[in-house]
């Protein structure tokens, strides 16, 4: 990326930071050991995944032995949702929400192939889910509720402390995708009451390819891979050691700078939401104005095309989405902003400008000096557009 | 590990070859795009794996479509297995060895709690398969014929084309885990005839945390991870595109010197052969002699206890294994050592050597110098040694 690149996805991904990289290079050089090798050099290997768990947990506020790495959120995910659902054994009922990742709504469908049956929850037009439609779906045979914490799309954050309450009550586990909570939210899984949460390390500069599933001790879950029994069983897999010491160090600094880091994105993000409805007609904010990601600005302007938007602001080398990275390829409208509503005549001219720790202000005044000409100009083609 | 040590466990894991490092790190530094964004710091991501994927292509001799990413040789194994299986639906039989890793093994265990049959066959004294014993195992209801290449305990070569030329004719898919034979033997897929086939990164100077499935096109599979459709929709997840590079490039190293690499290991092999065999009595070489990999030694010494070895051997720098260090931290003999009968006195004084590109002759004669006063102590305590 050229230095005068200015980065708006950082929900789509973040850079490893430095200080994870360096935290990570000496499993990538002289430490090389397999963890399960008794040598010492596999004492190393295990002693940092130790420690690793240990770091994490301390940010989660478990025990190091409820800490599951692996290899992404979709597999944290995956795990959970089949995991806990199969140990329960027969079939039976799943609840979850409309605007999930498609790590979730997609695990649940396969599920539904299988024979298993699931209410999946409409949220409010600001993306908010209400607790009380959780309580309301509840069968006999719910096996589980799996709720996000907060919205990849358009940052929205759902009541999930709320829904495991309800969960708790009902004797039903509570799942909870925090991958893109991670870094900005609180993740204290006694607080939050969830049985179990995934994360995702590049949503927090750590690197792409790494995992964590907080999994309550003594839950039932169906192992999903089998092999040499790494991860107490419930994860085989020769361990990667540098990606999970990166994780660790990169959750436990995030962790710590959460108040900075959300003071300085919202006051970005504020910025962009005032200039872009000041500057421009027609344009829509999406997702609830407080009760969203710090760092995340969501809007839609009308009769205009989210590609062509992205194509423009790519010129000028600002790099961002029109919603969630796993479907770009797609020219559907995502299924969040169908959930809450958006008019079709705005559905398509969808823009997520996701800023990060190192975002400065000057790059989003470049942003907000380049994009309303850009919408401007496409809304002056447009026969849809009003002006 | 010190500049002193002698690493002679790599079957184990390897290092990262500087090499490889400098081919991940700009995707651990600046481009550190998500494969699924549109704009150019993705774009940069997705051809890195492109480019990747095209190598390990190159390499297999197969269609880059072929070639799916995964986290691990176990989840690749997990999904050839359990993917080709269970897309052949209804419930049916599978045929596989009794040296199979835990990863093959384990999985097809799930497979029978779920209602699947097996065959495991056995092999011979020497650790090889008999083609023919798969060709009469094979039942009308067989999915799936699995046989790995290289065994990562006693290093032996299956004879795995004769036994997917077997299938081919029987009309059933034949998986090769090739975790151990990469970087070794020749992986040509279209010699070989196997349907599928898996490798794992950190055995060929990669990291741990990366592998390889080969899937022939037009294979039936269900997928195993259900999310962004990464992969073709075989394996979501956000690309470890660091990983991926890394693996494409150790994978194309180590196919180009694999000649070079086969004389050097094997002439080492066979001097650790051959001195432990004049200098010691009551010493048994595990697996056939030549039918095995060129790094590959495994020993057995009458009387003694494999822990005592390597603690031995630790103490003098010499880091190896007792087998598989997926199971080192039991102390039940390994299932591959029980299906080739090494008998009840030998069986708990087992001793994997296993060398590596990096080995020198000196630190070979280091560890012959050292291991046999250690296995002579061990011997004149026991009450099983004959000496």
Do not use: W
């Given at each position: 990326?050229?230095?005068?690149?200015?980065y708006?996805?950082?929900a789509?991904?973040?850079?490893?930071?430095?200080?994870?990289?360096?935290a990570m290079l000496?499993?990538?050089?002289?430490?090389?050991?397999?963890?399960?090798?008794?040598?010492?050099?596999?004492?190393?290997?295990?002693?940092?995944?130790?420690?690793?768990?240990?770091?994490?947990?301390?940010?989660?506020?478990?025990?190091?032995?409820?800490?599951?790495?692996?290899?992404?959120?979709?597999?944290?995910?995956?795990?959970?949702?089949?995991?806990?659902?199969k140990?329960?054994?027969?079939?039976?009922?799943?609840?979850?929400t409309?605007?999930?990742?498609?790590?979730?709504?997609?695990?649940?469908?396969?599920?539904?192939?299988e024979?298993?049956?699931?209410t999946?929850?409409?949220?409010?037009?600001e993306?908010?889910?209400?607790?009380?439609?959780?309580?309301?779906?509840?069968r006999?045979?719910?096996?589980?509720?799996?709720?996000?914490?907060?919205?990849?799309?358009?940052?929205?954050?759902?009541?999930v402390?709320?829904?495991?309450r309800?969960?708790?009550?009902?004797g039903?586990?509570?799942?909870?995708?925090?991958?893109?909570?991670?870094?900005?939210?609180?993740?204290?899984v006694?607080?939050?009451?969830?049985?179990?949460?995934?994360?995702?390390?590049h949503?927090?500069?750590?690197?792409?390819?790494?995992g964590?599933?907080?999994?309550?001790?003594?839950?039932?879950?169906?192992?999903?891979?089998q092999?040499?029994?790494?991860?107490?069983?419930?994860r085989s897999?020769?361990?990667?050691?540098?990606?999970?010491?990166?994780?660790?160090?990169?959750?436990?600094r995030?962790?710590?700078?959460?108040?900075?880091?959300?003071?300085?994105?919202?006051r970005?993000?504020?910025?962009?939401?005032?200039?872009?409805?000041?500057?421009?007609?027609?344009?829509?904010?999406?997702?609830?104005?407080?009760?969203?990601?710090?760092?995340?600005?969501?809007?839609?302007?009308?009769?205009v095309?989210?590609?062509?938007?992205?194509?423009?602001?790519?010129?000028?080398?600002?790099?961002?989405?029109?919603?969630?990275?796993?479907?770009?390829?797609?020219?559907?409208?995502?299924?969040?902003?169908?959930?809450?509503?958006?008019?079709?005549?705005?559905?398509?001219?969808?823009?997520?400008?996701?800023?990060?720790?190192?975002t400065?202000?000057?790059?989003?005044?470049?942003?907000?000096?380049?994009?309303?000409p850009?919408?401007?100009?496409?809304?002056?083609?447009?026969?849809?557009?009003?002006?």
């Amino acid at each position: 990326m050229s230095v005068q690149a200015v980065y708006m996805d950082h929900a789509a991904t973040t850079g490893v930071h430095p200080e994870v990289l360096q935290a990570m290079l000496p499993y990538l050089g002289p430490e090389y050991g397999n963890p399960s090798s008794s040598h010492r050099l596999g004492q190393v290997a295990r002693q940092a995944v130790q420690e690793a768990r240990e770091r994490v947990a301390g940010v989660l506020n478990c025990q190091p032995s409820e800490v599951v790495f692996t290899s992404c959120g979709t597999e944290s995910i995956n795990l959970a949702i089949k995991g806990i659902v199969k140990a329960a054994g027969g079939r039976g009922h799943i609840i979850t929400t409309a605007i999930e990742h498609h790590a979730v709504l997609h695990t649940v469908e396969q599920l539904e192939r299988e024979g298993y049956e699931s209410t999946v929850l409409p949220v409010s037009s600001e993306g908010l889910l209400d607790p009380q439609d959780v309580r309301r779906a509840i069968r006999p045979d719910t096996r589980l509720i799996s709720v996000m914490y907060a919205n990849n799309e358009i940052g929205t954050v759902q009541p999930v402390a709320e829904v495991a309450r309800i969960g708790q009550e009902a004797g039903i586990p509570v799942h909870s995708d925090c991958v893109q909570a991670a870094g900005s939210l609180a993740l204290d899984v006694d607080a939050l009451g969830v049985t179990s949460l995934a994360l995702s390390g590049h949503k927090f500069y750590a690197p792409k390819g790494v995992g964590v599933l907080y999994l309550k001790a003594g839950t039932p879950v169906q192992v999903q891979q089998q092999g040499g029994g790494q991860e107490g069983g419930l994860r085989s897999g020769t361990e990667n050691v540098p990606y999970i010491v990166g994780l660790s160090v990169a959750l436990e600094r995030a962790h710590a700078r959460r108040e900075e880091y959300n003071e300085h994105c919202s006051r970005l993000r504020d910025k962009i939401f005032e200039r872009l409805v000041t500057q421009l007609p027609d344009v829509r904010i999406n997702g609830h104005l407080t009760q969203r990601l710090a760092n995340n600005a969501h809007v839609s302007f009308r009769g205009v095309e989210a590609q062509a938007i992205l194509m423009g602001l790519d010129m000028k080398n600002i790099y961002a989405s029109s919603g969630s990275a796993c479907v770009s390829a797609s020219l559907e409208p995502s299924h969040v902003l169908k959930a809450i509503g958006v008019p079709q005549e705005y559905i398509y001219g969808s823009l997520r400008l996701t800023v990060g720790e190192a975002t400065t202000e000057k790059q989003v005044e470049y942003a907000l000096e380049h994009l309303p000409p850009i919408v401007r100009r496409l809304q002056a083609l447009s026969p849809l557009a009003t002006t």
